[in-house]
C-alpha cells in the first residue's frame, strides 16, 4: 500500500472481503512480480499485492480514488497475468482499508493492452508534455518536473481570494502540486542523512516502534493473576473479526450491536473528475 495503515485492524475487513471470492483452498499468490512480455509494454514489470484464480488484488489506504480508480495500474498487472496464464480476462479488485471500500472491475486481455499501449505511447511521444496528477507523489521524477515546479512564483501563492469558490479551487491545484515536490524533497533529504550525510539545520529524531503482543500468549500468562476485569481494561474488541466469527457459528445477528459506539466520519478531499471529458 502507498500509505501506512491507520489502524492494523482493518487489515482483517481486507482480508473478510477476500474471502468472499477466494476460496481457503486457492493458490494465493503474495506481491508476485507482474512484467509484460509482448506489445508496447514489453519489459515493464510491477508487484501486485495478491492474486489467486482469475482476481487480482491490491490494497489501498486513505480516501478513495474517484473513478477509474487505479484501473491503469491494475491494467497492467492483469495483462502481464493473462500473457502469462494465457487467461482471457481478470477481475481486479481495488481494496481501500481506511475507507472500508470495495471497488471492482472485470478486464479483458485487449482492455489491459490498449490501456498499456495508450500509456506507453504517450509517454515515448517527443511532443508530448508531462502533466500534473494525482499519481506524481509515486513518480521518481518528481523533484525536478516542470509540471510540479515551472511557472509558480511566490507570488501566486499570495494573490487568491480564498472566500471566492472558484479562486480557491485554483489555489487547491497549485497546492496539491507543491506539496508532492515538498513530499519528494523531504524523502530525497531522509534518504541523505539515512546514508551518513549531514543536511545544515537537520537531523534524524528517533521515534520508537509500535509495541504489540500475541493476545493468546498475554492471557495465558496474566489472565489467571490478573482475574477478569483488571485483563480486559487492557483489552480492545476488533469488531470486524468478532463480527465474522460470530456469524461462523451463529444465525442471529450479533447482539451487543446497540452497545457499539462509532466515532465521527472523517473526509478525505479528492479530485472530483465526474465532470471532465472523456
Same mark, same amino acid.
Given at each position: 500500500?502507498?500509505?501506512?495503515?491507520? *489502524?492494523?485492524?482493518?487489515?482483517?475487513?481486507?482480508?473478510?472481503?477476500?474471502?468472499?471470492?477466494?476460496?481457503?483452498?486457492?493458490? @494465493?499468490?503474495?506481491?508476485?512480480?507482474?512484467?509484460?512480455?509482448?506489445?508496447? &509494454?514489453?519489459?515493464?514489470?510491477?508487484?501486485?499485492?495478491?492474486?489467486? &484464480?482469475?482476481?487480482?488484488?491490491?490494497?489501498?489506504?486513505?480516501?478513495?480514488?474517484?473513478?477509474?480508480?487505479?484501473?491503469?495500474?491494475?491494467?497492467?498487472?492483469?495483462?502481464?497475468?493473462?500473457?502469462?496464464?494465457?487467461?482471457?480476462? @481478470?477481475?481486479?479488485?481495488?481494496?481501500?482499508? *481506511?475507507?472500508?471500500?470495495?471497488?471492482?472491475?472485470?478486464?479483458?486481455?485487449?482492455?489491459?493492452?490498449?490501456?498499456?499501449?495508450?500509456? @506507453?505511447?504517450?509517454?515515448?511521444?517527443? *511532443?508530448?508534455?508531462?502533466?500534473?496528477?494525482?499519481?506524481?507523489?509515486?513518480?521518481?521524477?518528481?523533484?525536478?518536473?516542470?509540471?510540479?515546479?515551472?511557472?509558480?512564483?511566490?507570488? *501566486?501563492?499570495?494573490?487568491?481570494?480564498?472566500?471566492?469558490?472558484?479562486?480557491?479551487?485554483?489555489?487547491?491545484?497549485?497546492?496539491?502540486?507543491?506539496?508532492?515536490?515538498?513530499?519528494?524533497?523531504?524523502?530525497?533529504?531522509?534518504?541523505?542523512?539515512?546514508?551518513? &550525510?549531514?543536511?545544515?539545520?537537520?537531523?534524524?529524531?528517533?521515534?520508537?516502534?509500535?509495541?504489540?503482543?500475541?493476545?493468546?500468549?498475554?492471557?495465558?500468562?496474566?489472565?489467571?493473576?490478573? &482475574?477478569?476485569?483488571?485483563?480486559?481494561?487492557?483489552?480492545?474488541?476488533?469488531?470486524?473479526?468478532?463480527?465474522?466469527?460470530?456469524?461462523?457459528?451463529?444465525?442471529?445477528?450479533?447482539?451487543?450491536?446497540?452497545?457499539?459506539?462509532?466515532?465521527?466520519?472523517?473526509?478525505?478531499?479528492?479530485?472530483?473528475?465526474?465532470?471532465?471529458?472523456?
Amino acid at each position: 500500500m502507498e500509505n501506512s495503515v491507520s *489502524d492494523y485492524r482493518l487489515i482483517d475487513w481486507g482480508i473478510e472481503q477476500v474471502s468472499k471470492f477466494v476460496p481457503d483452498d486457492a493458490l @494465493v499468490d503474495v506481491e508476485p512480480r507482474m512484467e509484460i512480455t509482448t506489445g508496447k &509494454g514489453k519489459g515493464i514489470y510491477g508487484y501486485a499485492d495478491l492474486i489467486a &484464480g482469475e482476481h487480482i488484488v491490491d490494497l489501498k489506504s486513505g480516501g478513495i480514488a474517484p473513478e477509474p480508480g487505479y484501473r491503469a495500474q491494475l491494467s497492467g498487472y492483469a495483462l502481464a497475468y493473462m500473457e502469462d496464464t494465457f487467461r482471457d480476462y @481478470v477481475w481486479c479488485h481495488e481494496l481501500y482499508i *481506511d475507507a472500508k471500500y470495495h471497488r471492482y472491475y472485470k478486464v479483458t486481455i485487449e482492455e489491459a493492452r490498449e490501456t498499456v499501449d495508450s500509456i @506507453v505511447s504517450a509517454h515515448l511521444d517527443p *511532443d508530448s508534455e508531462p502533466v500534473a496528477c494525482s499519481f506524481c507523489k509515486w513518480c521518481k521524477h518528481n523533484l525536478t518536473c516542470p509540471a510540479l515546479v515551472d511557472g509558480i512564483e511566490d507570488e *501566486d501563492m499570495t494573490n487568491f481570494d480564498l472566500t471566492k469558490p472558484q479562486q480557491l479551487s485554483e489555489a487547491l491545484v497549485l497546492a496539491k502540486r507543491l506539496k508532492v515536490w515538498c513530499e519528494a524533497v523531504e524523502k530525497a533529504a531522509k534518504t541523505h542523512l539515512n546514508n551518513g &550525510g549531514d543536511l545544515k539545520g537537520w537531523r534524524f529524531q528517533k521515534r520508537s516502534g509500535r509495541e504489540s503482543i500475541d493476545p493468546k500468549a498475554a492471557h495465558s500468562e496474566l489472565y489467571s493473576r490478573m &482475574g477478569s476485569d483488571k485483563f480486559m481494561e487492557a483489552c480492545s474488541v476488533n469488531l470486524t473479526k468478532l463480527r465474522r466469527i460470530w456469524s461462523e457459528f451463529y444465525q442471529e445477528d450479533l447482539p451487543i450491536e446497540d452497545l457499539i459506539k462509532r466515532s465521527k466520519d472523517t473526509f478525505a478531499l479528492v479530485e472530483d473528475k465526474t465532470n471532465e471529458p472523456k
